[in-house]
């Protein structure tokens, strides 16, 4: 049997994870919520809501300069 990856399932993948670290990120769980960002972000490397998403916890955790690289990505999202 053999298992076919589509977009959407990748999509699915990287949206429950983005959820569950939506959670933590609310709790001020910042480390926790960049983990699952980070994964999301393996699913979907292109997605601009990840991006700013992980820029934003980063930039809570006082990582500045990689939570700019981020947030420029996302932003320059022509999507």
């Given at each position: 049997?053999r298992?076919?990856?589509?977009?959407?399932?990748?999509?699915?993948?990287?949206?429950?994870e983005?959820?569950?670290?939506?959670?933590?990120?609310?709790?001020?769980?910042?480390?926790?919520?960049?983990k699952l960002?980070?994964?999301?972000?393996?699913?979907?490397e292109?997605?601009?809501?990840?991006?700013?998403?992980?820029?934003?916890?980063?930039?809570?955790?006082?990582?500045?300069?990689?939570?700019?690289?981020?947030?420029?990505?996302?932003a320059?999202?022509k999507?």
């Amino acid at each position: 049997m053999r298992v076919l990856i589509t977009p959407s399932l990748v999509y699915a993948a990287a949206a429950g994870e983005v959820n569950k670290a939506n959670d933590l990120y609310r709790l001020g769980k910042f480390d926790d919520s960049l983990k699952l960002y980070q994964k999301a972000l393996e699913h979907d490397e292109q997605s601009p809501v990840v991006k700013y998403d992980l820029g934003t916890a980063l930039y809570k955790k006082g990582d500045y300069a990689k939570a700019l690289g981020y947030l420029e990505e996302a932003a320059q999202d022509k999507n």
